[in-house]
């Protein structure tokens, strides 16, 4: 079952380009990656209740 729904994210981002005056270019080739710069956790437990 594909879950993913790049094609369509592709359509509208190039969609909206179209609207833009100027240039610009895709970068995205292929599958997208994501970096983690930072993980945000529970913040600091306070006393028991």
Do not use: F, H, Q
């Not at 509208?12 to 080739?29: C, H, P, V």
């Not at 990656?33 to 437990?45: A, D, M, Q």
Request: aromatic share 2%; net charge negative; no cysteine.
């Amino acid at each position: 079952m594909e879950t993913s729904d790049t094609e369509g994210r592709m359509a509208a981002i190039g969609k909206a380009l179209e609207g833009l005056t100027g240039m610009a270019e895709s970068r995205m080739s292929g599958v997208p990656t994501y970096t983690v710069v930072r993980e945000v956790g529970p913040g600091p437990e306070g006393p028991a209740a």
